[in-house]
């Protein structure tokens, strides 16, 4: 018992328990750096680095302590940390390329309904975006939260520990380079499905006008059409709305999906 509190016993037993921990800390760090909600810059600093270390105490018991870290040397040490930063990293990029292909449906059919130039500011960036992508990006985050996916979100964390043990420093990431590419193009996919109901409906009241046009030329078509194609393409959003949620849905278990298949593919 004298042993464990002299400060050599101590030392020796905290100290496993130290860097296991900065580890776990580290591909937390990756992951709100990356995720598309937790690196908001409105969350402050002080909550996030909270949040960070009751989650890493969380998952210091289910991970476990690595007790061969000790006696690393110091840039080894460095380079493991590095490699699980990385691992956040990746997991939080499947999410943040999936809502970005969802802000680029409603660039699409916001440009086609006569919203090229309204922009607002996005809080969660600093940047402009098209108000139909900040309202369609909302809806995706709501449908998100309600499933729980931010629950789900750090389940996969959890089961990357599994996938690719804490400390294990190295990861065959030319193995999903081809798969990467895939999911930005997939990107395009994704934004045509949502935004393919209102650019088909857009473009047939402009096919009609235009044809007006040409049988009543002293009407200003300009002015009525502009109006006419903001009226349609809302309702149209509206009444898509139901359908839109069931994609999105699918979309963010498909995510959770590719985001296991490629932990996998990046053990092997």
């Known amino acids: ?51 960070l270390m009751v989650i890493g105490m969380l998952l210091l018991g289910p991970v476990g302590v690595k007790t061969e870290l000790v006696g690393l040397q110091t840039f080894h040490y460095v380079g493991l940390i590095a490699v699980e930063v990385v691992i956040g990293l990746f997991i939080g990029l499947i999410l943040t390329l999936v809502f970005s292909g969802i802000e680029f449906a409603g660039r699409l059919f916001g440009i086609q309904m006569g919203f090229a130039v309204a922009n607002v500011v996005d809080p969660t960036t600093s940047q402009q975006i098209g108000v139909l992508s900040q309202i369609i990006r909302f809806i995706f985050l709501f449908v998100f939260f309600a499933m729980d996916g931010h629950l789900i979100l750090l389940k996969a964390l959890a089961v990357s520990f599994q996938i690719l043990p804490l400390g294990a420093g190295e990861f065959n990431a030319s193995h999903i380079a081809d798969d990467i590419i895939n999911v930005g193009g997939n990107l395009f996919v994704i934004a045509m499905k949502i935004a393919l109901p209102i650019s088909c409906s857009v473009l047939l009241i402009n096919t009609g006008f235009a044809a007006l046009a040409r049988t009543t030329p002293q009407l200003n078509i300009f002015m009525v059409a502009f109006m006419v194609n903001i009226l349609a393409g809302l309702y149209v959003l509206s009444a898509a709305l139901p359908s839109l949620v069931a994609l999105f849905q699918r979309i963010i278990y498909d995510s959770f999906e590719l985001i296991g298949e490629l932990l996998n593919k990046l053990a092997t």
């Open 1 to 51: 018992m004298g042993s464990l509190l002299d400060p050599g016993g101590l030392y020796a037993l905290l100290n496993p328990i130290v860097l296991s921990y900065a580890l776990i800390i580290s591909r937390l760090s990756g992951l709100f750096l990356s995720s598309p909600f937790f690196s908001a810059p409105q969350v402050p600093s002080q909550l996030k680095a909270i949040t």
